[in-house]
């Protein structure tokens, strides 16, 4: 509070608050690379499921199980990628949190010079008054009674 009006803190509150935006950036993108994955990992089970060629021949049946031994294989690294997709969510809701946590003590201590200030204001302003009024008393009345 170096002159008495401006926030003394107000470049680590702003810096707080940029951390605190940027930590619910990087939630969002891991968010969103997880509902990514989910997805791919439905349209997987969706393929396996799926049984769309008619075997005819020996060829074909190789060519069907390697098919669906490679999308077994794509599925079993998609859900190893959704564990450290989560992991990922997990950590940067984490960080958000505690981005969140610092620019918190500092918005309230904001909040407190800004209540201040307006109760300085409001003292000094009745202040003025009281001290017309008495100017004016003084110079109608002379001090006297009625």
């Known amino acids: 509070m170096s002159d008495g009006k401006n926030f003394s ?3 680590l509150l702003r810096l707080r608050q940029v951390q605190q935006e940027l930590a619910a950036g990087k939630v969002s993108t891991a968010r969103g690379r997880l509902d990514a994955n989910a997805a ?3 349209r997987a089970r969706i393929a396996l499921g ?3 060629t008619d075997i005819t021949s020996t060829a074909t049946l190789y060519a069907v199980a390697a098919g669906r031994a490679s999308l077994r ?3 079993a690294d998609l859900e190893a990628l959704e564990t450290t997709l989560l992991a990922e969510v997990q950590a940067a809701a984490e960080e958000f949190g505690r981005a969140r946590t610092s620019a918190i003590g500092l918005e309230k201590l904001e909040k407190k010079h800004a209540e201040e200030l307006a109760a300085e204001e409001i003292k000094a302003e009745q202040d ?3 001290e017309l009024t008495i ?3 003084h110079r109608d009345g002379e001090g006297t009674t009625p």
């Open 128 to 130: 003025a008054l009281d």
């Open 135 to 137: 100017t004016r008393w």
């Open 9 to 11: 803190l107000a470049g």
């Open 50 to 52: 799926a049984s769309s």
């Open 40 to 42: 791919s990992i439905e």
């Open 73 to 75: 294989s794509t599925l």
